[in-house]
């Protein structure tokens, strides 16, 4: 019975002075839920931006004419720099820690496909062997393009998933079947899936060659693509490679309107800064808010123990240690900190929940998640500091004579 008394007596001390006792629960109560809640949506964000580069070699830069902007040897800006096969090639052969380079071609909308009685429109592209580093193309059945497949302009695809669906179904395999594109066969080698979603598995992959033979002969490409070797600066390369180009194509070093430039490098490096800068946000902005809550735990168990020094008086002089008292009063202060710190966690995880069940994504927002461990974790840091918070007032308690508190009014 003492047990519960001891717990009953703390509930009808918190009770009495309900506002009082409301406001400060809250207090904690907002600060673990905006640290829950702040954890959730920096998660999405994180996981947002990283679905950018989820798709594509983070150590890969992206090239493609765009138009001149700067008035250069007598030539006017506005003109169209249009790249070529000829281009990769001389870049292969100038700059070295270049690896997987490919140039991509591809016919501006999709055409139809044949297999048997089934049509389809796909996306056709030409490219190199390397691209599908670039890319992450996953391999699922037979082999990727090879260079003999480019040096021999060979009329071999690799075919998406979605390909395989809409053309093979579930009882024919791909693999060794000859497909009709815009007339002309070619043999299946390999079928591959991609993370980059619905349209690039509706990619159909040729042979530069190839490509050039079957549908257009020039030597134009829309992008020309590499990574670069470990070891080696992007920047440096980027920089080295829009110099080069600006020689073959006769536009000026400085224009960075010639050239689209896509570093996926560079960019992966600044997005990483981001992502330290949303966590040391979350940190602080969280840490600061539950410290202004067990700031009012103080103040409040201050309060508490000025209140009740003729009862803590009359404990005394009954029998009552210090250390019975100090007990006490941290008691109630880890109570009030435990419970609000508890239902904010709950209602934290609940939000978060809810805006996964509705759905709400974006390019740079998808899919919040609160990590248990590191909202446990902060709901630990809570207790304790719900305790330390309760330790001064409950120690100031502990030392008040019984004489002085019985005169206490």
């Known amino acids: 019975m003492g047990f519960v008394d001891h717990w009953r007596d ?3 001390t918190l009770r009495r002075h309900k506002l009082r006792t409301f406001l400060t629960a809250f207090g904690v109560f907002w600060g673990i839920l905006m640290v829950v809640i702040l954890l959730g949506i920096g998660k999405g964000l994180e996981r947002g931006i990283s679905q950018i580069f989820k ?3 983070y150590n890969s830069i992206w090239l493609r004419g765009a138009k001149a902007s700067i008035l250069y040897a007598g030539l006017n800006p506005g003109r169209p720099i249009i790249l070529t096969i000829h281009d990769l ?9 270049i ?5 991509r071609k591809q016919l501006k909308t999709e055409i139809p496909v044949k297999f048997g009685q089934k049509t389809g429109a796909f996306e056709i592209q030409g490219i190199y062997p390397g691209n599908n580093v670039i890319e992450k193309t996953i391999l699922l059945e037979g082999r990727l393009l090879n260079p003999l497949d480019v040096a021999e302009a060979r009329r071999v695809a690799v075919i998406g998933t979605r390909v395989v669906e809409i053309l093979f179904g579930k009882d024919e395999l791909p693999v060794g079947q000859r497909i009709d594109i815009h007339g002309t066969s070619y043999l299946v080698v390999g079928t591959f899936t991609d993370v980059g979603g619905e349209g690039e598995l509706r990619r159909i992959y040729l042979p530069f060659t190839a ?7 020039s030597p134009e490409i829309e992008w020309l693509i590499f990574t670069i070797k470990d070891g080696f600066h992007s920047y440096p390369h980027e920089e080295r490679v829009r110099a080069l180009l600006s020689e073959r194509h006769r536009f000026s070093p400085v224009d960075h309107g010639a050239l689209d430039i896509w570093n996926v490098i560079e960019d992966y490096k600044k997005f990483q800064s981001l ?7 979350v940190t602080v902005v969280g840490m600061g808010t539950l410290f202004a809550g067990l700031v009012g735990v103080t103040n409040v168990m201050f309060i508490s ?3 009740r020094t003729r009862e803590i008086g009359i404990r005394k002089a009954l029998g009552a240690t ?21 239902l904010g966690l709950v209602a934290g995880i609940g939000v978060i929940e809810l805006l996964r069940s509705f759905g709400i994504e974006a390019e740079y927002f998808r899919e919040p998640e609160v990590d248990l461990k590191v909202a446990f974790g902060a709901l630990v840091v809570l207790i304790l500091g719900g305790v330390t918070a309760g330790y001064i007032p409950a120690r100031h308690a502990a030392r008040i004579h019984p004489i002085e508190a019985l005169r206490h009014e």
């Not at 490509?211 to 002969?217: L, N």
């Not at 992502?275 to 946000?281: D, N, Q, R, S, T």
């Not at 210090?322 to 508890?342: K, V, W």
Request: aromatic letters at 10%; proline letters at 7%.
């Open 10 to 12: 703390i509930f009808v």
């Open 211 to 217: 490509f050039q033979r079957s549908f257009d002969p």
């Open 89 to 97: 090639e001389a870049l292969r052969a100038a700059i070295p820690g």
């Open 99 to 103: 690896e997987n380079l490919t140039p």
């Open 275 to 281: 992502f330290l800068g949303i966590h040391v946000f």
């Open 55 to 57: 798709d594509d070699a």
């Open 305 to 307: 123990v000025k209140e």
């Open 322 to 342: 210090p250390r019975t008292i100090l007990g006490m009063i941290l008691q109630e202060a880890l109570m009030l900190t435990l419970i609000s710190g508890y």
